[in-house]
Each structure stands twice: as C-alpha cells, then as structure tokens.
C-alpha cells in the first residue's frame, strides 16, 4: 500500500450512529458527525443552555419538582415571596413544615392574582387562625383567614364551596382583603374593615396584623 492510501485510510472513520464513512477534517459531512454524535454536542448544548440562563435568568424555573421537591415556578420572584410566606409562617405559627410549604404556594398564587402582597395575607393569617384550617371563632369566622360566615352567606354558596378548604377559604379572604384596599385606598383602614370595624382607630387588628407584616424573616 502507497503512503498516500496509507493516509487515506488513516483519514476515513466509520460511525456506527450515523452509518457512513466520512473523510476527518473541514468538510460538510464529518461537522455533522462531529455536532450529532460527539462531546460536540452536548458542549453546544451547554453553551446554549448558559447563553439563556445569563440572557433570561426570571423565564427559566428555579428547580425540576421532581429533582429538588420544588414546585416549578413562574419567575424567581415567586420563589421569593414563596420563602418569605414560609419564613412568616414558621416564626408565627406552629404548622408542620409540610403544610406551611403546601399552603405558601396557595398564599402566593392567591396574593398575586388579586395583586396583593404574599406576606400581608401570611399575617392576616397567622392574626386570624394562627394557620389553623379548622378555626372557627364564637362569632362564626372560619378557616385560615376567618371568612365570616353570615355576612358572606348571600354572597358565596358555602354549600359548594367548603370554607375550611385552605383554597378557597384564601381566595375567599384574599378577594375580600382586595376589595376593602380598592374601596378604601388605605391598608390601615382596609384591614379594620376585614375584621368587621368601620373606624380604624377603635381597634388594634391592623396595629397586630402590620407587627407580623414588618417583622424581618430570613
């Protein structure tokens, strides 16, 4: 054999994935090879996989659920507020780390449809129930964020919509608290108006509520 054919030979590879022979070096058919079925690829895949993270970090979920026991969220500031409603949650109340990790999702996603801070629906609840699902106060408040009972029976059909159930009793609190800020356009007076008092100055429910809202959590 030639020296010439001897490079030729040395030259010329056979992939198994692809099932063709291919010259080694620049030419259309080897880049191919090269970018399908080798560490090629999946260094492209990395480098494309970084240039999106660094380019739109919030589009991108934080963790698999399945990998971390995450849930897949939106943005990284759910994840935050998320955290926040836990830390609030486990200073304040003495709910099983399971149930505070459950019901925060149900917070945040509740807080942030009627465009409420997470946090300040955290503190109505621990003011309200201390987290207790099943409170029910001797003037007929129930659930996690005390939904009174006569005064909303015209309006929701407690029959199909169970107020003991974290996600409704906190959509349910969560649209009340919503409306009271809107009609109102101050917090201070809101929150009284959630407890039921007209005058803000005759009661200290939103001072207690407002201690747990501005307390630091970590």
Known sequence: ????????????VFC??????????????????LARHTMVNKLLIFLTATVLISMAPSTISIMSAKRAGLATYISE?????????????RRHSNIKLEEISKLSKIIVRHAENKKLDPKLVASIIVVESRGKPTAISEA???????????????????????????????????????????????LRTALAAYEGIQDPTKTEYPIKVMEVYRGKVR
């Open 140 to 186: 007929k408040a129930v659930g996690l964020m005390q939904i009174h009972v006569p005064t909303w029976r015209n309006v929701v059909d407690f029959t199909e919509n169970n107020p003991f159930d974290p996600d409704v009793n906190i959509e349910l609190g969560t649209a009340i608290l919503a409306d009271y800020l809107s009609r109102y356009k101050d």
């Open 1 to 12: 054999m030639s020296a010439i054919h001897k490079l030729l030979y040395q030259r010329i």
């Open 77 to 89: 500031e759910q994840y935050r507020q998320e955290r926040i409603v836990q830390a609030t949650l």
């Open 16 to 33: 198994p994935k692809c099932r063709r022979s291919m010259f080694v070096g620049l030419n259309t058919r080897y880049v191919i090879h």
